[in-house]
């Protein structure tokens, strides 16, 4: 079964402070995915990352950052936290093209900030 | 981005009902994807379906990527409590990197 785990399943943050959220898959997926989930607005994409050290913007990327230093890992960084990033937060890999679309969630990260 | 046109929103049922809800687009995909949510979970994968005009069936899940590729359909036969959720649906277009296009979700409620 393909894994994608993610590092906090609840946190909550101040105003202004760095936050990383960390996700790891173990099926050796090329692409990796951050997408955020509010109520009435479905998932929104914020970046994905087809390769080690790649990345690409989403529909949402502004206020987040990416990190992806090995295959498996894949960080969501928000630079300096503001309360409408309050939200769940999802990680997800895929395999690499031409293996379909499949994408599998990790179990989402609860962010508050106060 | 795009979104996919997904209906009915939310659905309230007796236990032991079938459940129908639909996706679609004016996009064509070459992947359709079905996924349930628990509260508080991520989602996870039901049902893939690659072909256009493939029926799946998973349990009591059956699936059918649409003849003309922009539209999918999902059924759930004898509901249970436990299929109480969000099921979304999902578009892929074979490139863009595994990229997918989500449906807004059906809230599927079951009462006992």
């Known amino acids: 079964d393909v894994k994608v785990t993610q590092s906090s399943r609840y946190l909550v943050k101040r105003t202004g402070e760095k936050v990383f959220l960390e996700c790891v898959q173990d099926?050796?997926?090329?692409?990796m995915f951050w997408y955020r989930q509010d109520p009435g607005l479905g998932l929104r994409l914020i970046y994905f990352?087809?390769?080690?050290?790649?990345?690409e913007k989403g529909d949402i990327p502004e206020g987040y950052s990416v990190s992806r230093e090995k295959k498996e890992r894949f960080s969501l960084i928000l630079e300096s936290a503001s309360t409408n990033q309050t939200s769940m937060y999802l990680c997800?890999?895929?395999?690499?093209?031409?293996?379909?679309?499949?994408?599998?969630f990790g179990e989402g990260s609860w962010l508050t900030v106060v | 981005g795009q979104q996919l046109n997904q209906s009915p929103q939310s659905m309230f049922i007796q236990e032991g009902e079938d459940v129908s809800m639909n996706c679609t687009s004016s996009?064509?995909?070459?992947?359709w994807l079905w996924y349930k949510q628990d509260p508080g979970e991520g989602p996870v994968l039901l049902i893939a379906?690659?072909?256009?005009?493939e029926l799946t069936s998973n349990g009591r899940l059956t699936a059918q990527f649409g003849i003309t590729r922009k539209d999918s359909f999902l059924n759930i036969s004898a509901s249970i409590p436990s299929d109480v959720g969000i099921y979304f649906c999902?578009?892929?277009?074979?490139?863009?990197?595994?990229?997918?296009?989500f449906g807004q979700g059906t809230i599927l409620t079951v009462h006992p």
């Open positions: 379906l690659y072909k256009a005009g």
């Open positions: 099926m050796d997926h090329e692409n």
């Open positions: 996009s064509i995909f070459n992947t």
């Open positions: 999902a578009g892929g277009s074979g490139t863009s990197y595994g990229k997918l296009t």
């Open positions: 990352s087809y390769d080690v050290k790649m990345k």
């Open positions: 997800a890999s895929s395999p690499g093209r031409g293996s379909g679309n499949t994408i599998y």
